[in-house]
């Protein structure tokens, strides 16, 4: 097992995969069924808005019901 820290965790389509070439070869696929749909539809909450040279991230209060 690699002693790398990991510094990102995306969810990455076949087009973003090939845009990272070849030399990207440390995916691991994800099975397309719905697992991850509830925290995708919080993502998409999410409101990024430029603030200067920085972010401003808005975020309303999540249903953390399952």
Known sequence: MSHDKIVA???LT???LSILGEAF???IPVPDD???ASLL???DRVEASPHGG???IRTTRFDTKT
Request: glycine letters at 6%; hydrophobic letters at 40%.
């Open 9 to 11: 965790i995306g969810f």
């Open 14 to 16: 076949r087009r973003d």
């Open 54 to 56: 920085d972010v401003v």
């Open 34 to 36: 719905d697992i991850f």
């Open 41 to 43: 539809d919080q993502l």
């Open 25 to 27: 070869d440390r995916q």
